[in-house]
C-alpha cells in the first residue's frame, strides 16, 4: 500500500508496456513460427543464405504494405489505393533512375512522390472529411492512370547493381526492412507517433487532451504513402524494370495481411508487429502454394478462402465463448 | 478573501446553437481554495458552461477571464497553458494505450524529441497515487473496469497540476470507496488552493464537499450563494423551480404476485447458477458494485448473450428466449444503460426511434403506415411529456428526454416484463421522478420491473425485493421490510471486506 | 413574400430543394446543358437515351450496394458477380428452354447465393464486410478464370438479346427494367419495416439489435439483394455488350460506391436513399461519356475520371462530424 512509486516501476515503463504489446499476437506469432518450421522442413533451402536472401525478399514488399495499410488502419482509415502507389513508385524509379538524376535523385523521387501524395489524401480525407475508402478508391484511378502517363507500357530500367543489391542473393531486404521496423519503433516513441492510437480510437478524447489529431492522422498517410512507393521501388528492382499495373494485388493483400495481423478496423486496434506477422503469414502461404505447383489462378481461389478462413476462426471462437 | 481575483470566471456569458440559446447571460467565479458545486437539470446548460471555461467552445456574448484579465480567445490550449484541467463525462481515454500513456497523453515530457518514459513513469505514477490506482502503470487502459478508468481520467487531469479542476459527473460509475478516494482527494487539493468546479446530480456528495453552489436552470443563473444554511430540498427547488415535493411515489403493498420469469442454475456472462423468480405486479431490485455481472443477467434473460440454465418459464413458456426478437415475443422489453451506444439511434428521427420495435416485429414487407406511425409516436410524445418536432434527430433531446424516448418506444407493445439497466443514470431529478412515477404505474397494472440501479436510494425507496449481486451470484434477496441502504451496501461489500482481510 | 415558405407544403418544397437526391439532379442538368452547347449531338435524344441505358447498369448494380451501405457495410464483390453473372449465363442456359428464361433464373439464383455467402461471413462469422467482400471478389476472379478461361462468350439467349437491344415505346428495355427495379427498391427501403430496420441497423447495429431488429437475417437479406441486383446488371450488360468475358464487371465496382455516395448517401451508413443514388449513377456515365469525348490516352482517362470523381464528392459527399 505504499504511495510512493517504487524506483523500479518507476524507471522501467519502456519495456513493461512493449511486452503488453506482445498479449494480443501472441497466437499469431505462434501460428507464423510453426509455419516457418514447416516451410524451412519441406524446402530447406531456406536455412541456406541465398535461400534466405530470396525468401525475405519475397517478403520485403508485402511487409511494406501491410505497414502502409496498417498505420491508417490504426488512426481508423483504410486506403484502396495502396497498389496503384506500388505500381507508381515503381514506374518512376523504373524511369528516373537510369537517367539524369541517377539512383539517388531516382530514390528521392520515389519518395517525395509518396510523401506528397500520402499527405495530400490524408488532406482530403482529414481536413476535407471525406470519407477514406471512397476518396483512396478515386485516387487509385488518378495514381494509377499517372503510372499509365509515365510508363504506357512495361518498360523502364533499374541499374543492374542495384538490383543485385536489393534482390540479389544478399540479405539487403531483410537488413533494410530492419531498418525500417527500427525507425518505426522510434517514431511510435514520439508524441505524434503515438497519439496515431488516441486519434484513431478516441478522436474527440485525443483532441480534448492536447492531441493534434488531424496532424497525427495526415502524417500517417503520408508515411503510408512513402511505405507504399518505397514497395514500389523494390518490386521494379525485383523486377529490373517498371510495370504500371504491377502493384494490382497488393491492395487486397495489404489489408489481408494487417487484418490477420490483428488490426481492427474502427481505429486504434492491433500493433505493427502484428500486422508484419501477418504479411509474413501471408507471404508464407503465398510461397509455399508456389512450390507446391498451384496455378496462380488457383492461388487466387486458395488465398480468398485463406483469408475469409483465418480472419473468421478467431472471431468465431470469441463468439463463441 | 473577496478582493482576490478569482482563478477562473465567465462574466456574463451568453451561447445559442442553431439558434436556440442555451446559455443566457450567465456569471461565474471558481475561487482558489473552494469546491464550487454546478446544478442544474439535463439541458440546462452545465455542459456548455464547461465547455465555453476550458476553451473548447467560444462564448457569443460576455467573456472568459484568468486570473482577472479578459481572454479574448479561450482554445483548449490556452486553458492547458493556464492551468485548468477538465474531467468530462465521456472518457478522454484510449483503450489499447497504457495508464501511464493515457495520463501523458497530449503532454508527454520529451527528451531529443522522444517521449522520455522514465520521466513519465515517475510523473504518471505519481499521479495514480493521488487517486489510489495501485495497477501497473503498463497495464493498457482497455483491461480495467469502468470505474477504475474514471480515476485514470482523474489522473490525467491531475497529472497536468492543474489550478483549476472541473469534473462533471465524476463519481457516476465509481464504487463507495473510490468515491470516498476521490472526495479526500478533492478535500485536499481544496486546502492547496487549487479551485475545484465539481457537477453531480448526486446531492448528498455535493453537500458533504462543496462550499459554494451555482445553479443553472433553461440556461439561467437561478442561484450563486454559498451553501451553507441549504439542505437538499433547497437545492433541488433552486434546480426546478418549485417544491420538490417527494422524488419517490409512496409505496404500496403489490396484489399477491404470481411467478412471470422463473429460473434455475441460470449463467450468463459473469453470472454463474443463479435461481431467480421475478414476479408480477412488482418493482424487482438488482443492487451490488458497479460490474458484479448485473448486467449479465438482465442481457441474459433477454436473450442478447448467450445464457444456460437447468429450467426456466418465461411468461408461461419453457427455455429462456434465446434471442431478443424472440424475448420481445415473450413480452419482454430492455432499456439499456448507455442510451448514446446500445439504446438509441442518434442520427434518426425521434419518431423512427420511437417506433423501431415495432419495425422489427411487423412482417418484414408489410408496407409502413407514416399517418398511423405519426399517431403513435404523438400519443408517447404526449404521455411521457417529450416536447418538440419529433422529426429533429434524437440527439438534440437532452438525456433525460433521450431516455424518455428509450423507454418509450417499448410502451406500444405492453411488454409484460421491463428489464431496465440504470434508466436514472445521469438523468436530472423532474425526469427521475416522471420515470419513478412511471415504473411505478407499470407494476400496480400487474407488470413485472426488474431494475438494476447504481443508486442505492432508489432501490430502497422505490422496489418491492431488492437482489444484491457480487461476484456473479445473488448473495442477498432482501424483502421489503429488511430494505435499508446499509443493508444493500453490506451485502454488496462482503467480497470487499473478505479481501481485505486476507 | 416569404409566406409560402411557411405553408406546409411550401416547407415540403424547401426540404426537396436542400436535400442531396436534388442537388445531384441538378448537377445532372447543369452538366448536360453545358455539354450539348460545348459538343455537338451531346444533347441529342438518342444520345441522352444511351446515357440512361448505360446509367441503368450502373444503377442495378448500386440498387444493392445503396442497401448494403445503408445497412452499414460495404459490397466490393459486386464487379465480379457482375462478371460472373454475364459469363456464366451462357453456360447456365438450357437448351431445351428456347426462351432462355430458366438460364436467367439459374444466373439470378446463382448470384444471390454469392451475396447470401457474403452475408453469412458477415453476420454470422464476423467477418468484417470488407475483407468478406474483397476476398469473395478474389474468390470469383479465380474461380472466373478457371471456368472461363480467357475467350469470351456469345449471348445466345433471345431474352437477353431483347433486353440489351429492343426499344418497345421508343424506351430501351434496360431502362425499363432499371424503372422497375427502382420502383421496387425505393418502395423496399422507404415504406416497409425491413426498409425501417436497415436504417436502424446502419445507424447503430447494437441498438437495433437490442430493440428486436432481427439482425442476423437483415443482413443476409442486404448481401443477397446486392447479388441479386447485380447478377441483373451482368445479364443485362450481357445483352447490351453481346458478350461476355472475364472483366466486363470491373468497371461497375467504383462506379456503384460512388453513384451510392455521390447520391447522398453516408458511406457510414444508416442515412440515404436510393432516389439520390439514380441521378448519382446517370451522372457518373455522363462523365465517362465526356472523357470518351476527350479522346485521351487510358492513362488520362483513368486521370480525368478520379479526379472528376473527386471533385464531385468535394462538391456534395462531405460526410457531416459523427460521434
Given at each position: 500500500m505504499s504511495t510512493v512509486p517504487s524506483a523500479g516501476q518507476a524507471g522501467a515503463l519502456y519495456w513493461p508496456v512493449q511486452a503488453r504489446r506482445n498479449v494480443g499476437v501472441r497466437g499469431l506469432f505462434a501460428v507464423v513460427l510453426a509455419f516457418l518450421f514447416a516451410y524451412g522442413f519441406l524446402f530447406p533451402g531456406l536455412l541456406t543464405a541465398s535461400g534466405f536472401a530470396k525468401f525475405t525478399q519475397s517478403w520485403f514488399p508485402l511487409a511494406l504494405v501491410a505497414m502502409a495499410q496498417a498505420i491508417l488502419m490504426l488512426t481508423g482509415g483504410i486506403s484502396l489505393a495502396i497498389g496503384a502507389m506500388v505500381s507508381l513508385g515503381a514506374v518512376i524509379a523504373a524511369t528516373t533512375m537510369?537517367?539524369?538524376?541517377g539512383v539517388a535523385g531516382g530514390a528521392a523521387a520515389v519518395a517525395l512522390t509518396g510523401l506528397g501524395i500520402g499527405a495530400a489524401t490524408g488532406f482530403i480525407v482529414v481536413r476535407l472529411r471525406l470519407p477514406a475508402i471512397v476518396v483512396t478508391l478515386a485516387g487509385s484511378f488518378i495514381i494509377g492512370g499517372a503510372a499509365l502517363l509515365i510508363l504506357p507500357r512495361p518498360g523502364g530500367a533499374i541499374p543492374e547493381w542495384l538490383s543485385d543489391l536489393l534482390a540479389g542473393n544478399t540479405p539487403a531486404a531483410f537488413v533494410v526492412l530492419v531498418l525500417i521496423v527500427l525507425l518505426w519503433k522510434l517514431y511510435l516513441a514520439t508524441p505524434l507517433g503515438l497519439s496515431l492510437y488516441a486519434a484513431g480510437e478516441n478522436p474527440v478524447g485525443a483532441y480534448r487532451s492536447g492531441v493534434p489529431v488531424d496532424g497525427a492522422r495526415i502524417a500517417a498517410y503520408a508515411i503510408s504513402g512513402l511505405l507504399s512507393t518505397g514497395a514500389g521501388l523494390f518490386v521494379a528492382a525485383q523486377t529490373g524494370s517498371g510495370d504500371p499495373v504491377i502493384g494490382a494485388a497488393f491492395t487486397l493483400n495489404s489489408i489481408a495481411a494487417a487484418v490477420l495481423g490483428g488490426i481492427g478496423f474502427l481505429g486504434g486496434q492491433g500493433t505493427m508487429r502484428g500486422a508484419l506477422a501477418g504479411s509474413l503469414l501471408l507471404s508464407l502461404m503465398i510461397s509455399v502454394m508456389f512450390f507446391l505447383g498451384f496455378t496462380p489462378v488457383a492461388q487466387y481461389v486458395a488465398q480468398g478462402l485463406i483469408i475469409i478462413g483465418a480472419v473468421a476462426i478467431p472471431q468465431f471462437r470469441k463468439v463463441q465463448q | 478573501m473577496v478582493t482576490r481575483a478569482p482563478l477562473l470566471a465567465a462574466r456574463g456569458v451568453s451561447k445559442s446553437f442553431f439558434g436556440n440559446p442555451v446559455l443566457r447571460d450567465v456569471s461565474i467565479a471558481l475561487q482558489p481554495g473552494r469546491v464550487h458545486a454546478l446544478l442544474g437539470e439535463n439541458g440546462a446548460g452545465k455542459s456548455t458552461l464547461i465547455n465555453l471555461l476550458s476553451g473548447a467552445l467560444r462564448p457569443d456574448g460576455g467573456t472568459i477571464e484568468v486570473d482577472g484579465y479578459t481572454v479574448s480567445r479561450m482554445t483548449p490550449t490556452y486553458a492547458r497553458q493556464a492551468g485548468i484541467a477538465v474531467v468530462q463525462q465521456e472518457l478522454s481515454l484510449t483503450a489499447s494505450l497504457s495508464i501511464a500513456e493515457n495520463i501523458g497523453l497530449g503532454a508527454y515530457p520529451k527528451r531529443f524529441g522522444l517521449i522520455d518514459y522514465p520521466e513519465l513513469a515517475a510523473r504518471a505514477g505519481a499521479a495514480c497515487d493521488l487517486v489510489g490506482l495501485?495497477?501497473?502503470?503498463?497495464?493498457?487502459?482497455?483491461?480495467?473496469?469502468l470505474g477504475r478508468r474514471q480515476m485514470v481520467e482523474i489522473a490525467k487531469a491531475l497529472y497536468r497540476t492543474p489550478r483549476v479542476l472541473i469534473l462533471d459527473e465524476p463519481t457516476s460509475s465509481l464504487s463507495a470507496t473510490e468515491t470516498k478516494i476521490l472526495t479526500d482527494l478533492l478535500e485536499r487539493l481544496r486546502s492547496e488552493g487549487i479551485a475545484i468546479l465539481y457537477i453531480s446530480h448526486r446531492l448528498n456528495e455535493v453537500m458533504t464537499l462543496c462550499q459554494h453552489v451555482t445553479v443553472l436552470k433553461d440556461g439561467t443563473c437561478t442561484a450563486d450563494r454559498t451553501l451553507e444554511g441549504t439542505d437538499a430540498a433547497g437545492l433541488v427547488r433552486l434546480m426546478v423551480g418549485r417544491d420538490p415535493g417527494d422524488l419517490f411515489p409512496r409505496w404500496q403493498p403489490s396484489a399477491p404476485p404470481a411467478d412471470v420469469i422463473s429460473v434455475r442454475k441460470f449463467s450468463a456472462g459473469l453470472m454463474r447458477d443463479v435461481d431467480l423468480d421475478i414476479r408480477a405486479g412488482e418493482l424487482l431490485g438488482i443492487g451490488g458494485l458497479v460490474g458484479q455481472g448485473q448486467e449479465d443477467l438482465l442481457l441474459g434473460l433477454y436473450g442478447a448473450i448467450p445464457a444456460g440454465t437447468a429450467s426456466a418459464t418465461v411468461n408461461g413458456a419453457s427455455g429462456l428466449p434465446g434471442g431478443v426478437p424472440k424475448a420481445n415475443a415473450l413480452g419482454l422489453a430492455y432499456v439499456p444503460a448507455d442510451r448514446k451506444r446500445e439504446g438509441l439511434h442518434l442520427i434518426h428521427p425521434i419518431i423512427a426511434n420511437m417506433m423501431l420495435p415495432a419495425f422489427a416485429r411487423l412482417p418484414a414487407l408489410k408496407l409502413r403506415s407514416r399517418r398511423a406511425e405519426r399517431e403513435t409516436a404523438r400519443g408517447l410524445a404526449a404521455q411521457l411529456a417529450?416536447?418538440?418536432?419529433?422529426?429533429?434527430?434524437?440527439?438534440?433531446?437532452s438525456g433525460g428526454n433521450q431516455q424518455k424516448v428509450a423507454l418509450a418506444k417499448w410502451m406500444p407493445h405492453d411488454p409484460l416484463v421491463l428489464l431496465l439497466n440504470d434508466p436514472t443514470r445521469g438523468v436530472d431529478v423532474e425526469t427521475k421522478r416522471e420515470i419513478y412515477m412511471m415504473l411505478r404505474n407499470f407494476a400496480a397494472a400487474g407488470k413485472a420491473v426488474v431494475l438494476l440501479s447504481s443508486d442505492t436510494p432508489e432501490l430502497v425507496h422505490l422496489c418491492d425485493r431488492v437482489a444484491v449481486v457480487r461476484e456473479g451470484r445473488i448473495v442477498a434477496m432482501l424483502d421489503r421490510g429488511a430494505l435499508s441502504e446499509e443493508a444493500i451496501v453490506s451485502a454488496a461489500m462482503g467480497a470487499e471486506q473478505r479481501k481485505v482481510a486476507a | 413574400m416569404t409566406a409560402w415558405k411557411d405553408s406546409a407544403y411550401g416547407r415540403r418544397a424547401l426540404t426537396i430543394l436542400r436535400s442531396r437526391p436534388f442537388l445531384t439532379v441538378a448537377i445532372v442538368a447543369a452538366v448536360w446543358i453545358a455539354a450539348s452547347f460545348a459538343s455537338r449531338g451531346f444533347g441529342a435524344y438518342g444520345h441522352l437515351r444511351y446515357l440512361v441505358e448505360l446509367g441503368a447498369v450502373i444503377g442495378l448494380v448500386a440498387a444493392g450496394q445503396t442497401f448494403v451501405v445503408i445497412a452499414g457495410g460495404i459490397d466490393l464483390s459486386v464487379a465480379a458477380i457482375v462478371t460472373v453473372s454475364a459469363v456464366s449465363l451462357p453456360l447456365l442456359s438450357w437448351q431445351a428452354d428456347p426462351t432462355g428464361v430458366t438460364g436467367i433464373l439459374a444466373v439470378l439464383v446463382l448470384t444471390t447465393a454469392i451475396g447470401l455467402v457474403n452475408g453469412l461471413g458477415v453476420a454470422l462469422l464476423r467477418v468484417h464486410p470488407m475483407i468478406m467482400t474483397l476476398a469473395m471478389a478474389t474468390f470469383l476472379q479465380g474461380l472466373l478464370i478457371i471456368i472461363a478461361g480467357g475467350s469470351a462468350v456469345t449471348a445466345e439467349n433471345p431474352v437477353v438479346r431483347w433486353l440489351g437491344n429492343a426499344r418497345p415505346a421508343g424506351i430501351p428495355a434496360g431502362v425499363l427494367l432499371w424503372v422497375l427495379v427502382s420502383v421496387i427498391v425505393l418502395t423496399t427501403m422507404h415504406a416497409t419495416s425491413f426498409g425501417a430496420r436497415i436504417f436502424a441497423m446502419g445507424a447503430n447495429s447494437l441498438a437495433a439489435a437490442l430493440s428486436g431488429v432481427p439482425v442476423t437475417s437483415t443482413t443476409l437479406a442486404v448481401y443477397g439483394i446486392s447479388g441479386f441486383t447485380s447478377g441483373l446488371a451482368g445479364v443485362l450488360v450481357l445483352g447490351m455488350n453481346g458478350q461476355g468475358y472475364v472483366g466486363i464487371g470491373d468497371p461497375y465496382l467504383l462506379a456503384s460506391i460512388a453513384a451510392v455516395v455521390l447520391g447522398g448517401t453516408s458511406i457510414l451508413g444508416g442515412l440515404g436513399t436510393y432516389a439520390g443514388t439514380i441521378p448519382g449513377a446517370i451522372l457518373l456515365v455522363t462523365i465517362t461519356a465526356l472523357i470518351t469525348v476527350v479522346n485521351a490516352s487510358p492513362g488520362w482517362r483513368s486521370v480525368m475520371f478520379g479526379s472528376l470523381i473527386l471533385g464531385l464528392l468535394l462538391l456534395s459527399g462531405r460526410e457531416q462530424a459523427r460521434r
Open positions: 537510369t537517367g539524369p538524376l | 495501485h495497477e501497473p502503470l503498463s497495464t493498457p487502459v482497455g483491461h480495467l473496469p417529450i416536447k418538440g418536432d419529433l422529426d429533429r434527430p434524437a440527439q438534440a433531446l | -
